[in-house]
Every structure is written in structure tokens, then in C-alpha cells.
T-cell receptor, first 111, second 111 residues
Framework: NAGVTQTPKFQVLKTGQSMTLQCAQD?????MSWYRQDPGMGLRLIHY???????DQGEVPNGYNVSRSTTEDFPLRLLSAAPSQTSVYFC??????????FGSGTRLTVV | AQRVTQPEKLLSVFKGAPVELKCNYS??????LFWYVQYSRQRLQLLLR??SRESIKGFTADLNKGETSFHLKKPFAQEEDSAMYYC?????????????FGKGTKLSVKP
């Protein structure tokens, strides 16, 4: 039972490049979310999903896209990376929207 | 508006001293509150939720609706408690089911 798996762990992008952060869970959780963690800002919700085929925006969705074609996977796409997107990204899942299980994070630097 | 406030960015105590990490929330209904812990460069882990009234690793937290607080307490701090602690409130309305996080308090327990 791997829980929530995020890849890659580290990534450096140039401004304007695009990439996809992967997130997979093997707990059959319906709820999945993406957060970004910045110093002094706590965690802010980017996008979330309440089930396969259903996604919605969180607090800071601009510059990011998501899709949820299966229950297990919830990738986050950066369309055109900007330095302001330098952050640590966490994916989380839950079966009851109560206690979320978090992945280990992706540390992204945009230069 | 729903909001979580953690007034202390950093809390430093000596080993064996009592610890209280403050959390105040803003929500007019019945809140559902959580404490998450993040050890150095690790994923966030659910520490406790108010609905289950658990005691995990010696930590407890009581919901005080009158003071709109959910402070985290431990009678005798240990060095291994050093970590980042986040208070979180379950979101209602838009982005329902997701969590609103405070900005976090870094706990440092000195030997």
C-alpha cells in the first residue's frame, strides 16, 4: 500500500516551459487535491476533485490545469512556468473529505 | 469568511516544558478542525481531528466554540516534537470538502 505517490520529487524548469506533476493514490479515495506550500503562506488549494471526471478550482488556480480520468490519478499541469510558481507542491487524497493523506511533495524551481 | 489564524510563526521551548500551539478560526457554523504536522522535509501527516477527540503522541486539542479556538497542547515537550504544525478547517461552500490551512507554527524543542 503506497498511499499517495508524487513524481518527480525535484524539478527545475525554465520560464515558459510546461510540465506535468504526477499524483497517484492506491486507496480508492474519491477526493483529491493539489496544494502549494510557500514560506509564510501555509498551504493554498490549487485544484481539487471529488471523483473521476469532476474537477474544480481552488484558491490559486491560475497557470495550472488538472484532469481526473481515473480515480487513482490526478495530474497537475503547469502550462507556461513562471518564477512565481516556484514552490513545493503537495497532492492529497481522502475518502471522506475529512482526514487527508498527503504525498511527499514536489519541489519545483522555475528560473 | 472561513479563516484559520495561527498567530505564532515560531515557538521555542525547552525539553520537558509544556507546549501550546494556538489556532483560532472564523466560521459561523459547526466547524470541523484538524491539526497536521510536518517534520523536516517530509509530508504532512494528520495529527488529530477534533471530531474524534484523540490523543496522538501526547498531543490534545479541545474545540472552544466560545473563543473560536482549537489550541494544540502537550504537557511535556520532546525534542522529536520539533516540526511545523498546521491547523486546518474543513471548507464549506465553494471548494467544499477541502481544507483551509493556517500559515503554520514552527515548534523548536531545545535540549
Amino acid at each position: 500500500n503506497a498511499g499517495v505517490t508524487q513524481t518527480p520529487k525535484f524539478q527545475v524548469l525554465k520560464t515558459g516551459q510546461s510540465m506535468t506533476l504526477q499524483c497517484a493514490q492506491d486507496m480508492n479515495h474519491e477526493y483529491m487535491s493539489w496544494y502549494r506550500q510557500d514560506p509564510g503562506m501555509g498551504l493554498r488549494l490549487i485544484h481539487y476533485s471529488v471523483g473521476a471526471g469532476i474537477t474544480d478550482q481552488g484558491e490559486v488556480p491560475n497557470g495550472y490545469n488538472v484532469s481526473r480520468s481515473t480515480t487513482e490519478d490526478f495530474p497537475l499541469r503547469l502550462l507556461s512556468a513562471a518564477p512565481s510558481q516556484t514552490s513545493v507542491y503537495f497532492c492529497a487524497s481522502s475518502w471522506d473529505s475529512y482526514g487527508y493523506t498527503f504525498g511527499s511533495g514536489t519541489r519545483l524551481t522555475v528560473v | 469568511a472561513q479563516r484559520v489564524t495561527q498567530p505564532e510563526k515560531l515557538l521555542s521551548v525547552f525539553k520537558g516544558a509544556p507546549v501550546e500551539l494556538k489556532c483560532n478560526y472564523s466560521y459561523s457554523g459547526s466547524p470541523e478542525l484538524f491539526w497536521y504536522v510536518q517534520y523536516s522535509r517530509q509530508r504532512l501527516q494528520l495529527l488529530l481531528r477534533h471530531i474524534s477527540r484523540e490523543s496522538i503522541k501526547g498531543f490534545t486539542a479541545d474545540l472552544n466554540k466560545g473563543e473560536t479556538s482549537f489550541h494544540l497542547k502537550k504537557p511535556f515537550a520532546q525534542e522529536e516534537d520539533s516540526a511545523m504544525y498546521y491547523c486546518a478547517l474543513k471548507r464549506y461552500g465553494g471548494s467544499q470538502g477541502n481544507l483551509i490551512f493556517g500559515k503554520g507554527t514552527k515548534l523548536s524543542v531545545k535540549p
